[in-house]
């Protein structure tokens, strides 16, 4: 089965894209650039959605659901954000379509055009201001704390599956408030909900930071950001949260009455993460047998393949798995017994490798006679035999041993890629090797578009939560003074 | 609060708007014929798909997604489908804007246009078995259970909030098996799943049945309905279930091969249902004082009001209330204590009547002083006083009570509402009356064609889960002779 995936040694692209396949996570589809997500991709999608929809409403937010389309003038009310975003998008300018007059088919019918075109949602900043501007007048109004679930369509020229497809499953979240201080905690709280659902869940380690002004959002004064690190020492942005000041509700004309009587425009703040986290939480931890879940994500945590020749073994052991399934499952553990009787073994055992469930039992006769089970777990590929009066409690501190050292694995590998650097020669060197380069920048997009030119390499963030960072030193590309260190890497 | 409301009485129509928008469940977007669902009525929602969703995968579903667009000529694969779906739909023709070059803001790029225009689906089969295409070759890929939860857009002319919108939400299963029976099963497995769901958790009677041919799915040999009566004795169909036979796996040419050798073409269902349930809801059970909502379904389901003149005594209200909902908490029950300090009690009291939330308790200080609670329920606007000691197991029992009772008071308006119809005078007068009229019918869509244009009337269904209906008789309308009774009625 295994065999079936390049490895990473030979093309770490490839073998991204053979897991993504082989695994069944996700395909492309016939519509250039849509991906279709399988089901067992969509499964563990959907556990990444649960816990998120629960930190959201943990932290006072509560979801709703705004068109798919955007009149083409809502694009422009923004000017920076429309010089972002409204290029490349799906442009709806007709609703019908009739009998082709001339030959099989349809054909769009000509005289069903659209007064205004719409656009398919990039994102939804300006049809969600239009709509607050009516929920909103008075200080009473606010905040409003509001999160999307849904699709949106970027028309990408180069898709890669999960990373950068054209249409994309995302949340985004959007609030209004009284004031810049309160809009800008909100901005923090969320990127640092974001960062724990990074750690805790994906047992992903990633870097809290800022952008720099020439990579924020299309319309943001700042903007959050969670960068991760790839096994190949690339960074992938996992999730942004956006400051946008006043400049929403300048656009929409959204005021509302203060306590004392005034009239001030409300403060916004929007936060997302999309399909793309299956690119990362895929790419920060599998290997060339396939994919390797975090246990608190993977839809199926422990599966049971059944060992047996005759059929009376397989009754025998599928009352033993029986009751040990009850008792996990009692624990809020998900299993799956592999009852298949079309399909060998061993050719189970690899595919439920590939699809990366994290702990893997089977049972033969012979381990009906000894009382044991053997226990294999999928991130370090060992195995072990285990009384089967112990296998519940071992499998239930074993999913948490897992969920500790897939983290453990993925921060050990990041720390050892995290490099300060302070020449040029040494900056392009290190940077070929696949790492992240903590570097002093003198602070200008100028310098920052130059490094970007040379060697593709962008700053990804300037780390808010590391005070290492924090010292003088001369900027590595300028040799102009600098006060912090920056992280540069290339980037998916 | 309850005045905003236009009353039944006077105009039902109006009442339903009013109720969806004032309820905070809905409102018209920017967009024509688009809603934006608000957090109230996305919260309902929710609870429909999470109870909806943990259903299918019980009976063995599993969820994946399928691309937004459709390529123009998928629509026309299938010929029935595309006479009933492909004409009022929206449709991509461009992939970028520009900047213009004549005046302000953006407009569509003519170099952008696509080679093939794109449509935004009405419905998911031409895609999805195109895709289904490269999952299926043997018997051994068989069945396969898919749920997808989307969006999906019909260019509707006249568009009602939930009813009937260009954009809705909805899920669609599309499964393909190895048999005609197989698929049968499923078709009818689903739609019981479906009126399950409605009398549980929505508390609404629903008649299942099967659709006349002209009443069926574009693409359908067969189509099963749950239909469920409004206030105003009109029906709304509330879910579908389709046996797709061999059409669409013959448009995509979708084989497998069979356990001896041979190669059928697959067999298809698929079934439905959307943001429309949330029109039926509302339609079925609220009063002119607003949205009575089934405990089953109210995102909220005890709501407690404090009541007080002075701060000290909030606060020993607060605390009591908290130790009450602690205790209901624990008991699965949502709740949610209303301490606003800019609203007066009394518009707390209308406004969640008007929200519909199940149950209300009330505490002031001369409740504190005899340890009693105002327990108030939405759906009689009956009030009593409780023992404090008491209120939480009473509180429990009457979340079960209002849920039976909504049930009950639906059910009981259903019934007195459906008439054996023998005569085509008759037939006009009930049908004036706002009635189901189970009516002989010849068989005929001429005859069917007839009633309906002459009294607006459809045949909902032919039931399939009520003896009473197969008897022998005459036709209400031509006088030729019938098998059994089906059900007329006006319709959402």
Redesign the interface.
């Known amino acids: 089965m295994s065999k079936q995936i390049t490895s990473r040694a030979e093309n770490y692209s490839q073998w991204y894209n053979d897991l993504v396949v082989k695994a069944g996570l996700a395909?492309n589809?016939?519509?250039r650039g849509?991906?279709?997500?399988?089901?067992w991709g969509?499964?563990i999608w959907?556990k990444m959605q649960r816990q998120l929809d629960k930190m959201f409403k943990e932290t006072g937010h509560?979801?709703?659901?705004?068109?798919?389309?955007?009149?083409?003038?809502?694009?422009?009310r923004e000017a920076e954000h429309?010089e972002g975003f409204?290029?490349?998008?799906?442009?709806?300018?007709?609703?019908?379509?009739?009998t082709n007059p001339d030959g099989?088919?349809?054909v769009?019918d000509p005289s069903a055009k659209l007064e205004e075109?719409?656009?398919?949602r990039p994102t939804s900043e300006t049809?969600i201001w239009?709509?607050y501007k009516?929920w909103i007048s008075s200080y009473?109004d606010l905040p409003i704390l509001?999160n999307q679930w849904?699709?949106v369509?970027r028309?990408e020229m180069r898709t890669r599956l999960f990373l950068r497809t054209a249409?994309f499953?995302w949340q985004e979240g959007h609030t209004a408030h009284a004031t810049r201080e309160e809009a800008l905690e909100e901005v923090k709280k969320m990127i640092n909900v974001y960062a724990e659902f990074a750690r805790n869940y994906m047992a992903l380690p990633v870097i809290v930071g800022e952008k720099t002004e020439s990579e924020r959002f299309a319309g943001a004064l700042n903007t959050f950001c969670i960068e991760a690190m790839m096994q190949d020492g690339k960074a992938l942005q996992a999730g942004t949260s956006h400051f946008l000041g006043q400049n929403f509700a300048k656009a929409f004309d959204v005021k509302y009455q203060t306590k004392d009587g005034g009239l001030e425009y409300v403060w916004a703040t929007s936060w997302g993460v999309s399909t793309r986290l299956m690119g990362a939480l895929i790419m920060a931890h599998s290997d060339d047998n396939g994919l390797v879940l975090p246990p608190n994500l993977a839809p199926i945590q422990v599966v049971m393949v059944p060992i047996f020749n005759k059929d009376e073994q397989l009754k025998a052991v599928l009352a033993k798995m029986n009751e040990i399934k009850e008792q996990l499952v009692k624990l809020g553990i998900s299993v799956k017994i592999d009852d298949r009787d079309?399909v060998r073994s061993g050719f189970k055992f690899a595919e439920w490798e590939l699809k990366g469930v994290p702990v893997r039992l089977a049972v033969g006769p012979r381990d009906l006679e000894n009382n044991t089970v053997e226990v294999a777990r999928r991130d370090t590929l060992t195995k072990e035999s285990v009384s089967g009066d112990l296998v519940v409690e071992h499998v239930k501190n074993l999913l948490e041993a897992i969920e500790k050292n897939v983290y453990q694995k993925a921060l050990d590998f990041r720390n050892s890629h995290i490099l300060k650097v302070d020449t040029w020669d040494e900056f392009k060197a290190k940077l070929e090797e696949g790492n992240f380069l903590l570097c002093h920048w003198d602070g200008t997009p100028e310098t920052e578009a130059k490094i970007q030119e040379e060697t593709k390499a962008t700053i990804r963030c300037i780390p808010v939560d590391s005070c290492v960072c924090e010292e003088e030193g001369k900027c590595v590309y300028s040799g102009k003074p600098s006060h912090r260190r920056v992280v540069f890497a290339k980037a998916y």
């Open positions: 395909e589809s016939a519509v849509c991906m279709v997500i399988k089901p969509y499964a959907e509560e979801n709703a659901y705004f068109p798919l389309f955007i009149p083409k003038s809502f694009l422009s429309v409204a290029k490349e998008c799906a442009v709806v300018t007709h609703h019908r379509l009739m099989p088919g349809v769009v075109e719409l656009i398919v049809i239009s709509t009516n009473r509001v849904a699709n369509v028309w249409e499953l079309n």
